[in-house]
């Protein structure tokens, strides 16, 4: 049985009434509409921490998929998956390829200088300085081009990028 149809909550329920009467209205091929019902049981399974069976939904929602857009956003939620696994290389990728599909998604720019940032922290721990300034560096470039795309956001990201002297002006315009 699809993970949509054995939903207990009730917004998840609600959104898959709405979803399904979404889809038989929308003149899409059935591959579209199958590709659709993988990512969203992808996308129930990662809200219930099932990340394995998160991620057989969104690669065979990659796999029918055929609109650049919507395997962006299938790319974005599977390395939200992996980096929620720590596994930060394999969530890069993922990202990369969302960003190769779809440059406009200031979520991935953020959450790719997010990792960069993490890894640069755990390499200054390590006394590894050469390594941390490599990623702290990234993660300030991954953090201007979100902050060009997504100006009112990622304050914080701001507010690093000013004290550490890693940004630019034209970012805090």
């Not at 979803?19 to 990512?39: C, G, R, S």
Request: no cysteine.
């Amino acid at each position: 049985m699809p993970r949509s149809q054995r939903n207990d909550n009730f917004i998840d329920k609600s959104f898959t009434v709405m979803a399904d009467l979404i889809l038989k209205v929308l003149p899409t091929n059935q591959k579209a509409k199958e590709a659709f019902a993988y990512y969203r049981d992808g996308m129930s399974a990662q809200g219930d921490g099932e990340y394995a069976e998160a991620l057989e939904n969104y690669q065979e929602a990659l796999r029918l998929e055929e609109d650049p857009n919507d395997r962006a956003f299938i790319l974005y939620n599977m390395a939200l998956v992996y980096a929620s696994n720590g596994e930060h290389n394999r969530a890069l990728e993922q990202y990369e390829q969302a960003l190769a599909l779809n440059a406009k998604m200031p979520q991935v720019l953020n959450n790719m200088a997010v990792i960069h940032h993490h890894l640069g922290s755990i390499a200054q721990e390590k006394g590894e300085s050469d390594e941390a300034d490599r990623r702290f560096d990234l993660a300030a470039d991954f953090w201007s081009k979100a902050i060009r795309l997504a100006p009112n956001n990622y304050i914080e990201a701001q507010n690093w990028l000013k004290t550490t002297g890693r940004g630019s002006a034209d970012v805090y315009l």
